[in-house]
């Protein structure tokens, strides 16, 4: 019987595995991907333009070889805190359910065990599933979700969708290292300026305006996506007037959202908040109105890595405090 169960192996996922472990808790960590699975789906060569300490654990820990880490710098840095500190954490196995079987004792079955915890907490990131635009072509091989790397689409047509810093720093990765680029925005995803609402940072929207006027890079105001087809993509302007593209490459970045499919099972209420459905907790404990279920990172209204691991520092505590 473990006192608690942790299902994420990010910066909430480990930081909660670490809060647990100095406490004397019997927990383990279960990951359905690799520890900082996140990070890893970052575009390689990314630069992370959150401050070190919006990222690290302890103050200092990180020491990126310059002011902003890269993917990798951050990647390493979350691998080795897992190591160093001989955190229990399982990678590539599925949780399949969560179920209470008893008030306040959860069966978790994976894919390769079973195991059954008095707490569990939630932390799964929301990149579980890419929204989709529903227009036809979207299952083609040539059309992707995310973006990892610029070098297969040097010299080719490269289109991306999508208004967000996803998207700008998709385009701008494929403009300076040598593809076609077409970025296909709303205008006012493109003219908006409030980071609150989802803007491309000025840190990527600045070298972008540069890769226009070099004319490395090229801009269109979307009404709509038409279809996809092999080798071109069918656009409708803001005007409506639709637009045939060559397209040896496309990338859809329109943001994704966490499965909340086994909380809901489980009872926990949701509401809608800033950036789509999110469970509701306690902004104190993390709790939610189930006994025993937490949640903590991106997936929650802390949305960014500092509040989820900050989250997963108040939490376990108070969870320890509560079993002894």
Known sequence: MLDLLIIGAGPAGLMAAYEAKSAGLSYLVVEKGLIGNTIYKYPVGLTVFSTTNELEFSEGDLKPAREKPTREELL???????????????????????EETEPHIFTIKTDKDEYTAKNVLFAIGAMDHPRKLNVPGEDLPHVFDHFRETYPWVRKNALIVGGGNSAGEAALFLAQEGAETTLAIFRSDWENDDPKQGCIKYWVKEPLEQELRDHCLRLFFLGKVVEFRDGETVLESESGERVTLATDVVFVLIGSDADLTPLKRLGVRTEHGKYGEVPVYSEETFETNVPGIFVAGHFTNQRHIKGAIDAAKALVPILAASLH
């Open 76 to 98: 390493s840095y979350y691998v080795r805190f897992a190591l160093d500190n001989a955190l229990n954490v399982r990678t590539e196995e599925l949780v399949l359910s969560v």
